[in-house]
T-cell receptor, first 115, second 112 residues
Framework: NAGVTQTPKFQVLKTGQSMTLQCAQDMNHNSMYWYRQDPGMGLRLIYYSASEGTTDKGEVPNGYNVSRLNKREFSLRLESAAPSQTSVYFC??????????????FGAGTRLSVL | GQQVMQIPQYQHVQEGEDFTTYCNSSTTLSNIQWYKQRPGGHPVFLIQLVKSGEVKKQKRLTFQFGEAKKNSSLHITATQTTDVGTYFCAGPYTGANSKLTFGKGITLSVRP
């Protein structure tokens, strides 16, 4: 099993450009998440999807959109990138339920720079 | 809103020294999780504590959940260079157990 796979690993954008960060998990997990990590700020939740067909805003959703394409895939879109969106983006997934303990499994991350 | 706090954000220790860090929540937690992120890597789950006063050990790492379930600690005995990284604690959002609130993490550096 590959776990959680994110693409691309690195990306440089110019201000105003758009792009989609891809995330796929092969663990049959219900819930998926997008976080951004900035120095001194920890992990901040952008959007999440509790189950296929649902998405909800997290702590810092402005400037982003998401799509839960199917149970495996959860993409994050930047419609008009801004320098403030320079960050490391992590996708995570979890299998809901007491037995699963709601442990989150993270992808390797996408390092995005917006110039 | 719910907050999970980790202070300080950085700590430097000499190899072989013990290290302890704390995590405090503004609300009572049903459980608390700890994750480790190596430099340049991604967060990896370490452990979950569920019961009041629970203590769990993983080799040189000891995790404890407070009696009131509002705080937790991580103690590393005789730190090694392999312990370098950022340690996050996380608790579930109230009413939505699949979401987690992460602390800002503590970054540990170890001098050989």
């Amino acid at each position: 099993n590959a776990g959680v796979t994110q693409t691309p690993k690195f990306q440089v954008l110019k201000t105003g450009q758009s792009m989609t960060l891809q995330c796929a998990q092969d663990m049959n997990h219900n819930s998926m998440y997008w976080y951004r990590q900035d120095p001194g700020m920890g992990l901040r939740l952008i959007y999440y999807s509790a189950s296929e067909g649902t998405t909800d805003k997290g702590e810092v959703p402005n400037g982003y959109n998401v799509s839960r394409l199917n149970k495996r895939e959860f993409s994050l879109r930047l419609e008009s990138a801004a320098p403030s969106q320079t960050s490391v983006y992590f996708c995570a997934s979890t299998l809901k339920g007491r037995e699963a303990k709601n442990i989150q499994y993270f992808g390797a991350g996408t390092r995005l720079s917006v110039l | 809103g719910q907050q999970v706090m980790q202070i300080p954000q950085y700590q430097h220790v000499q190899e072989g020294e013990d290290f302890t860090t704390y995590c405090n929540s503004s609300t009572t937690l049903s459980n608390i999780q700890w994750y480790k992120q190596r430099p340049g890597g991604h967060p990896v789950f370490l452990i979950q504590l569920v019961k009041s006063g629970e203590v769990k050990k993983q080799k040189r790492l000891t995790f404890q959940f407070g009696e009131a379930k509002k705080n937790s600690s991580l103690h590393i005995t005789a730190t090694q260079t392999t312990d370098v990284g950022t340690y996050f604690c996380a608790g579930p959002y109230t009413g939505a157990n699949s979401k987690l609130t992460f602390g800002k993490g503590i970054t540990l550096s170890v001098r050989p």
